[in-house]
Nanobody, 124 residues
Framework: QVHLVESGGGLVQAGGSLRLSCAASGLTFSGYVMGWFRQVPGKEREFVEAISWSGRNTDYADSVKGRFTISRDNAKNTLYLQMNSLKPEDTAVYYC?????????????????WGQGTQVTVSS
Protein backbone atom coordinates (compact mmCIF):
# COMPACT_ATOMS: atom_id res chain seq x y z
CA GLN A 1 0.00 0.00 0.00
CA VAL A 2 1.28 3.43 -0.95
CA HIS A 3 1.77 6.02 1.77
CA LEU A 4 2.82 9.63 1.33
CA VAL A 5 3.28 11.45 4.62
CA GLU A 6 3.91 15.19 4.68
CA SER A 7 5.56 17.04 7.55
CA GLY A 8 7.07 20.43 8.28
CA GLY A 9 4.03 22.66 8.05
CA GLY A 10 3.22 25.28 10.64
CA LEU A 11 2.74 28.96 11.38
CA VAL A 12 5.29 31.47 10.10
CA GLN A 13 5.42 35.21 9.65
CA ALA A 14 5.45 36.78 6.20
CA GLY A 15 8.95 36.77 4.78
CA GLY A 16 9.87 33.64 6.69
CA SER A 17 10.76 30.15 5.50
CA LEU A 18 9.54 26.60 5.93
CA ARG A 19 10.74 23.26 4.59
CA LEU A 20 8.16 20.59 3.87
CA SER A 21 9.07 16.92 3.62
CA CYS A 22 7.16 13.99 2.18
CA ALA A 23 8.15 10.46 3.14
CA ALA A 24 7.06 7.87 0.59
CA SER A 25 6.58 4.13 1.06
CA GLY A 26 4.93 1.29 -0.81
CA LEU A 27 6.08 2.44 -4.26
CA THR A 28 9.27 2.56 -6.28
CA PHE A 29 9.89 6.20 -5.45
CA SER A 30 12.53 6.78 -8.13
CA GLY A 31 10.06 5.66 -10.80
CA TYR A 32 7.57 8.45 -10.12
CA VAL A 33 7.28 12.08 -10.97
CA MET A 34 6.55 13.85 -7.68
CA GLY A 35 4.61 17.01 -7.08
CA TRP A 36 3.26 19.48 -4.58
CA PHE A 37 -0.23 20.93 -4.73
CA ARG A 38 -1.99 23.25 -2.32
CA GLN A 39 -5.58 24.01 -1.43
CA VAL A 40 -7.46 26.66 0.50
CA PRO A 41 -11.04 26.14 1.71
CA GLY A 42 -13.59 26.74 -1.02
CA LYS A 43 -11.07 26.59 -3.85
CA GLU A 44 -9.76 23.88 -6.14
CA ARG A 45 -6.45 22.20 -5.49
CA GLU A 46 -3.69 24.22 -7.15
CA PHE A 47 -0.48 22.97 -8.76
CA VAL A 48 2.65 24.25 -7.05
CA GLU A 49 5.65 22.30 -8.36
CA ALA A 50 6.71 19.04 -9.94
CA ILE A 51 10.03 17.21 -10.24
CA SER A 52 11.12 14.45 -12.59
CA TRP A 53 12.12 11.03 -11.32
CA SER A 54 15.81 11.91 -11.62
CA GLY A 55 15.45 15.34 -10.05
CA ARG A 56 17.03 16.99 -13.07
CA ASN A 57 13.84 18.63 -14.34
CA THR A 58 11.35 20.77 -12.46
CA ASP A 59 8.28 22.87 -13.16
CA TYR A 60 6.89 25.68 -11.03
CA ALA A 61 3.70 27.67 -10.83
CA ASP A 62 4.33 31.33 -11.60
CA SER A 63 3.11 32.28 -8.15
CA VAL A 64 6.02 30.52 -6.43
CA LYS A 65 8.80 30.85 -8.99
CA GLY A 66 11.96 32.22 -7.40
CA ARG A 67 10.70 31.58 -3.86
CA PHE A 68 10.02 27.83 -3.62
CA THR A 69 12.40 25.00 -4.51
CA ILE A 70 11.40 21.39 -5.00
CA SER A 71 13.93 18.59 -4.55
CA ARG A 72 14.06 14.87 -3.89
CA ASP A 73 16.33 12.26 -2.36
CA ASN A 74 15.67 8.94 -4.06
CA ALA A 75 17.94 7.12 -1.62
CA LYS A 76 15.70 8.26 1.25
CA ASN A 77 12.37 8.06 -0.63
CA THR A 78 11.73 11.65 0.37
CA LEU A 79 10.44 14.73 -1.42
CA TYR A 80 11.10 18.27 -0.21
CA LEU A 81 9.71 21.75 -0.69
CA GLN A 82 11.83 24.65 0.49
CA MET A 83 9.62 27.71 0.82
CA ASN A 84 11.26 31.12 1.23
CA SER A 85 9.90 34.66 1.28
CA LEU A 86 6.51 33.33 2.31
CA LYS A 87 3.43 35.48 1.77
CA PRO A 88 0.00 35.35 3.44
CA GLU A 89 -1.44 34.13 0.13
CA ASP A 90 0.72 31.01 0.44
CA THR A 91 -1.49 29.91 3.34
CA ALA A 92 -3.00 26.54 2.39
CA VAL A 93 -2.91 22.82 2.99
CA TYR A 94 0.04 21.44 1.03
CA TYR A 95 -0.20 17.97 -0.52
CA CYS A 96 2.52 15.64 -1.74
CA UNK A 97 1.60 13.56 -4.77
CA UNK A 98 3.04 10.93 -7.14
CA UNK A 99 2.48 10.40 -10.84
CA UNK A 100 3.47 7.90 -13.53
CA UNK A 101 2.43 10.32 -16.30
CA UNK A 102 5.03 11.52 -18.76
CA UNK A 103 6.65 14.90 -18.48
CA UNK A 104 5.88 17.15 -15.50
CA UNK A 105 2.11 17.08 -15.15
CA UNK A 106 0.17 20.00 -13.72
CA UNK A 107 -3.32 18.52 -13.56
CA UNK A 108 -4.62 16.90 -10.42
CA UNK A 109 -6.09 13.93 -12.31
CA UNK A 110 -2.66 13.00 -13.65
CA UNK A 111 -1.49 12.10 -10.15
CA UNK A 112 -2.25 8.67 -8.72
CA UNK A 113 -1.30 8.94 -5.04
CA TRP A 114 -1.79 11.69 -2.49
CA GLY A 115 -0.74 12.42 1.05
CA GLN A 116 -3.02 13.70 3.79
CA GLY A 117 -1.63 17.21 3.60
CA THR A 118 0.11 19.58 5.97
CA GLN A 119 -1.15 23.03 6.95
CA VAL A 120 0.98 26.08 6.20
CA THR A 121 -0.18 29.38 7.67
CA VAL A 122 1.60 32.64 6.89
CA SER A 123 0.69 35.60 9.08
CA SER A 124 1.00 39.19 7.91
Amino acid sequence: QVHLVESGGGLVQAGGSLRLSCAASGLTFSGYVMGWFRQVPGKEREFVEAISWSGRNTDYADSVKGRFTISRDNAKNTLYLQMNSLKPEDTAVYYCTASRAGGLPRREEQYAYWGQGTQVTVSS
